[in-house]
């Protein structure tokens, strides 16, 4: 007999670990959903909900609760914490979840977490909310829009309010699920036939004839497309990196941080079979997510290894056609799907994030073959992470920039196209935030 399972311990065991234990979002989530996988799909979409909703409101879900609270939120148990975060989010942003059940199940877990001497304090905060949450008025942006003040202050300098605006309200729409078609494993007719017949939403774009946004599907791992390799997660604004180099039959390209390996399963599939993809990053789990995508894709021009990339490789000196250096960064531009990032990032975190991007390209560059091209990215939105740390690539070593106009479909045009890069904003531009240059070794 089957143990009955609670959606809403569920989503606070995972909220916990993400909040308390600094765990990452997507990783969480995806271990808790894959665990409970027998449940209904309904089921599985509200713990999702009520993960995602309460980190993506997370700031003026903490307003609330600090405006009624006598204990403010810092000074709570952090199960308690947790508790009426998550609460707070399906009273005042889950229309179909009545407040009642909401204050009922949040004073049941924290009587299971044995926390029965604070029960009074949980449903009567709670119900207070419940009282009140038409009345709330914001009092800045950051709370607003739910958005850390360090982040609306970098925008700031670089963007007009419309554009803050726009990108601060995006991370608070839901996203569907966008994927890349591998189009020398089957046709994108054949692709979208495949979804039809699981009864799969799929709208198209109209800047990228490969990617194809998906919804109304059970998991991802029930799609015959999907798990014959004949699609790949990935985003829009991503996919543009194969694209945006001019890579021909017979390349050699090495990827220096490529986990989980969908641009370089893009150059692979662009490759159409010829030349070899070499992927690498830092750890033996991160290699084992390029190698389940590999094996599931069914590429032969791709091998991935354990590899540091500011660890110098002399075996690779001069060896690469191509070399995609997509390094870790803020992830500023990806707070719609990672919204953790919006808690666990900092200023001081971003600022240490760009100066290692400039010693990893300090050492990678010298693995291009002069003519070859090198691929900076990121999916962030920081200047300093982006256009400043192009610019001192550009300044101190033997590279130029590559005009890339025309590249990336004929609807996306930004006139720093013609300097070799271009920066994609959320809610601008119909993708995640992404930044990316294309350099050729003189």
Known sequence: MTKSV????????????????????????????????????????????????TLEYL???????????????KKMKPMIRTILRMSVYQIVYMDRVPDSAACDEAVKLAVKRRFQGLKGFVNGVLRNIARQKETFVWPDDSVRYSIPEWILKLWETKYSSGTIEAMAQSFLKPSKLAVRCNLDRASKEQITESLKEQKVRIETSAYSDIILFLSEYDYLEGLHAYMEGWIQVQDMSSSFVAQAVPLKQGDYVIDVCGAPGGKSLHVADRLKGTGQVDVRDLSEQKVNLIRENISRTGFSNIQAKVQDALEFDPDSVEKADVLLADLPCSGLGIMGKKPDIKVNMTKEKADDLAKLQREILSVVWQYVKPGGYLVYSTCTVNPEENEENAKWFRDHYPFEPVNIEGRLGENLKEESMKEGCIQLLPGIHPCDGFFLSVFCRK
Do not use: C, P
Not at 59 to 73: G, P, R
């Open 6 to 53: 609670n959606s809403r311990e569920i989503a606070l065991d995972v909220l916990y670990e993400i909040l308390e234990n600094n765990g990452y979002s997507h990783i969480v989530l995806r271990q808790a959903l894959g665990k409970y996988q027998y449940l209904d799909k309904t089921e599985r979409s509200f713990i999702t909900r009520i993960v995602d909703g």
């Open 59 to 73: 700031i003026q879900i903490d307003y609330m609760i600090n405006q009624l609270s006598k204990v403010k939120v």
